[in-house]
Nanobody, 124 residues
Framework: QVQLAESGGGLVQAGGSLSLSCAAS????????LAWFRQAPGKEREFVGG????????YYADSVKGRFTISRDIAENTVNLQMNSLKPEDTAVYYC?????????????????WGQGTQVTVSS
């Protein structure tokens, strides 16, 4: 059973930085994709970015490209989301998600495993 657990959320001022971490367990993840989604109040859950565990390839939503960076730590089985130049519109609950495969897909329906989420609040 795959388990994903996010950590690192919090409150930050606009323009600041925050780092989230997703600890993955229960499998060997060499054939998995791990991704980050977010959901703001009253909005649909949306794709933020993802990484293919096998080769480290990443893909980002246009809204975060150039500001957010996803990386993986193979030894620790973690995926990190470094968020810089944060904006109030980045405020949301951030979820880690996983799927078997090699391609980073952007639809939430493609992901089978989800963490519990962590709140990120960016004040103006």
């Amino acid at each position: 059973q795959v388990q994903l657990a996010e950590s690192g959320g919090g409150l930050v001022q606009a323009g600041g930085s925050l780092s989230l971490s997703c600890a993955a367990s229960g499998r060997t993840f060499s054939t998995y994709v791990l991704a980050w989604f977010r959901q703001a109040p009253g909005k649909e859950r949306e794709f933020v970015g993802g990484i293919s565990w096998s080769n480290g390839n990443t893909y980002y939503a246009d809204s975060v490209k150039g500001r957010f960076t996803i990386s993986r730590d193979i030894a620790e089985n973690t995926v990190n989301l470094q968020m810089n130049s944060l904006k109030p519109e980045d405020t949301a609950v951030y979820y880690c998600a996983g799927r078997r495969g090699y391609a980073v897909l952007t639809r939430r329906e493609e992901y089978d495993y989800w963490g519990q989420g962590t709140q990120v609040t960016v004040s103006s």
